[in-house]
């Protein structure tokens, strides 16, 4: 078992930057891979970034290239999220996910998820 908890959620406007942490514990990860989804309201749950808890490749969605930064500090067992530049489509509740096994961007190959954190980005 894996326990996923984030934190770093909030209101910011157009233009600011958040940062997002996703704290694991549970169990080694050194397989996995830990990644960060987003829900919209209406919408379905879609990939934003992934990176593996050893090595350094890293995945981003087109739509936050450039602009989203995913980090781990692996003596915390801690993933982070760093956005800058945000736009009102950002808007979502953000979700950190684990799974063994390769990277994908299909919300039900990963294993684990936590509870969310909200993030509102005002125009």
């Known amino acids: 078992q894996v326990q996923l908890v984030e934190s770093g959620g909030g209101l910011v406007q157009a233009g600011g930057s958040l940062r997002l942490s996703c704290a694991a514990s549970?169990?080694?990860?050194?397989?996995?891979?830990m990644a960060w989804f987003r829900q919209a309201p209406g919408k379905e749950r879609e990939f934003v970034a992934a990176?593996?808890?050893?090595?350094?490749?890293?995945y981003y969605a087109d739509s936050v290239k450039g602009r989203f930064t995913i980090s781990r500090d692996n003596a915390k067992n801690t993933v982070f999220l760093q956005m800058n530049s945000l736009k009102p489509e950002d808007t979502a509740i953000y979700y950190c996910?684990?799974?063994?096994?390769?990277?994908?961007?299909?919300?039900?190959?990963?294993?684990?998820w936590g509870q969310g954190t909200q993030v509102t980005v005002s125009s």
């Open positions: 549970g169990r080694t990860l050194s397989s996995y891979y």
């Open positions: 990176i593996r808890w050893t090595g350094s490749n890293t």
């Open positions: 996910a684990v799974r063994g096994g390769g990277v994908t961007n299909s919300p039900d190959r990963y294993d684990y």
